[in-house]
Nanobody, 120 residues
Framework: QVHLVESGGGLVQAGGSLTLSCVAS????????MGWLRQAPGKEREFVAD????????FYADFAEGRFTISRDNAKNTVYLQMNSLKPEDTARYYC?????????????WGQGTQVTVFP
């Protein structure tokens, strides 16, 4: 069982930046690939980015490419999502999860999420 806790969300003006963090309570964090997904009200949960267990490969949704960066620090059991040039349409609850892939079904352990609100 992996316990995940996200933080770093908040209210930001369009064009601004936020960095989300996700800390995992698990012995062998370095064995887990990780992803970030998001869910806006009334919408399905959608893939944002994922990163392999070594951090050697990252993959992004089209809307995240060039604006968001996923990274990890296995010594700190933490995965990050740096978000730049934020847009109002990025408003959602952001979740980290263990797994790899571009659908919510590719992931199993989930955090409680952190809310990101981008105003014009």
């Amino acid at each position: 069982q992996v316990h995940l806790v996200e933080s770093g969300g908040g209210l930001v003006q369009a064009g601004g930046s936020l960095t989300l963090s996700c800390v995992a309570s698990v012995r062998d964090f370095s064995e887990f690939s990780m992803g970030w997904l998001r869910q806006a009200p009334g919408k399905e949960r959608e893939f944002v980015a994922d990163i392999t267990w070594t951090g050697g490969r990252a993959f992004y949704a089209d809307f995240a490419e060039g604006r968001f960066t996923i990274s990890r620090d296995n010594a700190k059991n933490t995965v990050y999502l740096q978000m730049n040039s934020l847009k109002p349409e990025d408003t959602a609850r952001y979740y980290c999860a263990t797994g790899l892939g571009d659908t919510a079904q590719d992931y199993d352990n989930w955090g409680q999420g952190t809310q990101v609100t981008v105003f014009p």
